[in-house]
């Protein structure tokens, strides 16, 4: 796998672990009402997961790169 490739991976699967724990944190707010700081979380769990997918379609093309051309 190309160095490109590996970062890409890397920065998604940060990306996906960031938006997991905005997740979890906007549950706890509408579990308590506080409906506001649940919709923030879950705003910024939404970004970070379209990060992660961006990241993940450049891996892919690193890879088509790196392996694709014939």
Known sequence: MSKKAAEHHTKA??????????????????ATGHHEKAAHHAHTASGHATHARTHAEEAGKAHVEEHGKK
């Open 13 to 30: 699967s940060e990306h996906h672990a960031e938006a997991a724990k905005h997740h979890s944190e906007a549950a706890k707010h509408h």
